[in-house]
């Protein structure tokens, strides 16, 4: 038997989640694997465009596979056993493992169906595309000490404001440029009420998202339904398909086949990320964020930096929001952001308060909620209630430590007035 | 007694000038995206005119479809003209109820996001004891408002359990589970127990005669017995925090969870109990408006009640008449609304805008202060900030 006590908590948790990876894909085995009755074919498509043809489609017994990629997930989680008693990674067998999993649940629960699978993965990352500006958004505030429960607010206020400028004027461009004013005009309420008026930051932001959702309801209500045709019938951004990247199998029509606003979601990740880290702007946000007295202690200045970042992750999230309108349909819709912001949330926790976290987090979120409508589309039986609970139920999880402790920020959501004793 | 009332006078000013501000910016909102007044851009005068009596017909309107309306009184008589107040008192009970859930966790130092999952969970139990039994009249509406609150409790319990074991933060843990109980509710009306049968539209039988609270002012009103429940719910809310050793240590924990642990009051106890008890509140919200007004649990069931009752409960200042006086407030501002989306041309939704608005100016008295130019405006027990790791 191996002793727990000589690795650390860290390892500790990872072991456990191994040793549910493992369970799962013995169930896996056992439920799929073995006892399947159903001698289907399950059919994965692999061509969405006019990429190069690398496969057009992979057929397997629905039996064997799920036989064969449950027992690959067992590996999977037996080597990352392994790895963590020799004290080296197990994010291999993890990924291994949890990759594994889905492809034989999904060789079992699309028996005798086919299943896009390269267009499944280039849904999911369109749905991800509000979830991961969101996520960036509250990683600047929350990293900075300001909690941003706001996202949603901002949203929904760069939604608005981008499909009706974009209405108003028949550009496009001039609603990708207010949208992120829009969300910036949200963070200056939280950033004044928060750091100037020192109010609840949580409460802030409910209130702050009670209050845009009540005014964009109006409006749509007031303007954009009556006045359709002036107010809400906006174009919205074409693909633009990059030479030669675009055509790359598989990869080329998920990642490189979107509008400007998912390249521009590619540029602000790796900016936010690498600025964070790697710069001065970076260290000075992680440390009013951890430790506000120390940073005052060397001349920062606290709540003028915290005010600047709440404002760029306005810009950031109210960026985001244009996706909904301009970025896809081009009309505005009531509540059209529909929790997004929460699940932004959600992501950035999930994440660990970190971008390739958050982003990880965001995307896996995103795969959830378009293989719950895949799943429902081709017709299998499986509840499409609690295939969207998962980004929920998963946030649980990894706030309440069951897999991997989250630790927020330490100074996050506490007001900073110099000479207060914390 | 010249202090008392200074003190009256002190606590209700930043009310009421909240209230002023929150209504006047609506007006704002109302007159300037009206299309009619918007023509008038080029005649100032007209324009003053017009705008003003958009507002003012609105408003008007919001007090009419919530308070009385004299011309329902002119056909059938005064006491008719008070429909729309016994709809006002319909729409303000379940609201009671889940402010009072939020409000008693601020007592103890928690906020609780969760009224809306945890009504969900209390209509769904009340709902199924209401139609799946027969029993005695008085009898089904105890045990069916007993499920309610059972379920409830147990689904805010996990909360309480998860925030004193682990430390999973409950702002977190209650915006998710209110998602999966949405979710849920969506689910179970399409198993087969609970879907009515015949329909194919989400929506479960109606309880029976016998699960369903009585009537209060005849069969013209749906004015029900949930409102003295929730007023007496109220009331032992405001006695378990003032009058006994519970609710000292609930208070004790949410004035300093650290100086309490040190006088020996287990925190994670008091935390555990405040989320059952938060989620048995919001339960018998949900129960109540099952059995009270709408007798079909339906996948829109909990409508806003749980969201509205965070901006209840902050208005009320976390006590519990001040939650009633704001959920009567707030629910007369919902039902009038109504009348006014329907009699002018102002939609609800503006509603939503004046109550942010006013919980806004309340949270922030700073603001007020220096708006008004006051000097000592009473400001008690602002909530305070704690962040995510406190």
Request: charged share 10%.
């Amino acid at each position: 038997m191996l002793s727990l006590k000589s690795f650390t908590a860290a390892q500790r948790r990872q072991i456990r989640l191994l040793i549910v990876l493992l369970l799962l894909a013995l169930f896996e085995l056992s439920a799929f694997g073995f006892r399947n009755h159903l001698d289907a074919k399950t059919t994965f498509g692999f061509i969405l465009a006019h990429e190069w043809v690398l496969i057009h489609k992979w057929v397997i017994a629905s039996r064997s596979g799920a036989f064969i990629f449950s027992t690959l997930a067992a590996l999977g989680a037996i080597s990352g056993i392994v790895l963590v008693g020799r004290k080296r990674s197990p994010a291999l067998g993890i990924a291994l493992a949890g990759i594994s999993l889905l492809m034989g649940f999904l060789c079992w629960a699309a028996a005798g169906k086919f299943i896009p699978l390269t267009g499944m993965l280039q849904g999911s990352l369109l749905l991800a595309v509000p979830l991961v500006f969101g996520s960036m958004s509250g990683l600047i505030c929350e990293r900075s000490g300001v909690i941003n429960i706001a996202i949603e607010g901002q949203l929904l206020a760069g939604a608005f404001a981008s499909g009706v400028v974009a209405s108003l004027t028949h550009r496009t461009v001039w609603g990708l440029l207010i949208a992120p004013l829009a969300g910036a005009l949200i963070s200056l309420l939280l950033a004044t009420f928060a750091i100037k008026f020192s109010v609840d930051q949580v409460i802030l932001g409910f209130v702050l998202n009670v209050l845009v959702i009540g005014l964009t309801d109006f409006l749509y209500k007031k303007l954009l339904i009556p006045y359709q045709a002036t107010w809400n019938s906006g174009p919205s951004f074409s693909r633009i398909e990059i030479p030669l990247l675009s055509r790359l199998p598989i990869i080329g029509p998920i990642f490189f086949s979107q509008t400007i606003i998912v390249y521009l979601m590619y540029l602000i990740v790796a900016i936010i990320a690498f600025s964070l880290f790697k710069t001065k702007w970076g260290l000075r946000t992680r440390a009013v964020g951890e430790h506000p007295t120390a940073a005052d202690s060397v001349g920062i200045d606290v709540n003028k930096l915290r005010f600047r970042n709440v404002i760029v992750a306005g810009l950031v999230s109210g960026l985001g929001g244009a996706y909904f309108t301009i970025g896809s349909v081009g009309t505005f819709g009531k509540e059209m952001t529909a929790g997004a912001g929460f699940i932004a949330l959600a992501a950035l926790i999930f994440g660990k308060y970190s971008p390739t976290g958050a982003l990880c987090a965001a995307l896996l979120f995103g795969f959830a909620d378009n293989l719950q409508s895949t799943l429902s589309i081709i017709g299998v039986s499986i509840p499409s209630e609690f295939m969207l609970m998962v980004p929920y139920v998963a946030t649980i999880i990894a706030v309440s430590g069951l897999v991997g402790r989250v630790r927020a920020p330490a100074a996050d959501g506490i007001h900073y007035s110099r000479g207060e004793s914390k | 007694m010249r202090k008392s009332s200074d003190r009256i006078l002190g606590s209700a000013l930043l009310p009421a000038l909240s209230f002023l501000l929150a209504f006047s910016i609506s007006g704002f909102v109302i007159a300037l995206s009206d299309s009619k007044v918007l023509k008038l851009v080029g005649s100032p005068g007209k324009f003053l005119s017009t705008a003003l009596s958009t507002v003012g017909n609105a408003y008007l309107a919001l007090f009419q479809g919530s308070i009385y309306d004299p011309n329902l009184a002119r056909g059938h008589g005064f006491f008719q003209g008070l429909y729309p107040l016994s709809e006002t008192i319909v729409t303000a009970t379940p609201l009671i109820l889940t402010g009072l859930a939020v409000a008693l966790a601020f007592q103890s130092g928690l906020f609780n996001i969760g009224a809306q999952g945890q009504f969900i969970f209390g209509a769904i139990a009340a709902s199924y004891v209401g139609f799946h039994f027969t029993l005695t009249p008085v009898f089904h509406v105890l045990l069916a408002v007993l499920a309610g609150i059972a379920s409830a409790a147990v689904w805010g319990g996990i909360v309480g359990l998860l925030k004193a074991k682990t430390g999973a933060h409950e702002v977190i843990v209650t915006i998710m589970m209110n998602y999966i109980a949405g979710f849920f509710i969506l689910w179970i009306l399409k198993t087969t127990t609970f879907l009515r049968h015949g329909r194919i539209d989400p929506i479960a039988p109606e309880v029976s005669q016998s699960a369903q609270l009585p009537h209060l002012a005849g069969p013209n009103f749906r004015l029900h017995a949930g409102i003295l429940i929730a007023l007496a719910t109220a009331a032992l809310v405001w006695w378990l925090l003032n009058r006994t050793t519970i609710g000292f240590r609930f208070r004790a924990v949410g004035a300093n969870a650290a100086a309490a642990k040190t006088a020996g009051i287990s925190v994670a106890t008091v935390t555990i109990a405040t989320m059952a008890l938060c989620g048995a509140l919001a339960g018998l919200g949900g129960a109540v408006h099952v059995l009270g007004s709408e007798y079909a649990l339906t996948a829109d069931i909990a409508g806003s009640f749980g969201f509205d009752a965070i901006t209840v409960a902050l208005l009320g200042r976390a006590r519990p008449l001040g939650t009633v006086f704001a959920a009567l407030l707030f629910g007369a501002l919902r039902t009038g609304g109504r009348t006014m989306q329907a009699n002018t041309t102002t939609p609800l939704d503006i509603v939503l805008v004046i109550q942010a608005l006013i919980v806004l100016f309340i949270a922030a008295p700073t603001l007020i202060r220096y708006i008004f130019r006051i000097k000592n405006l009473k400001t008690q027990d602002a909530m305070k900030s704690k962040g995510w790791n406190g």
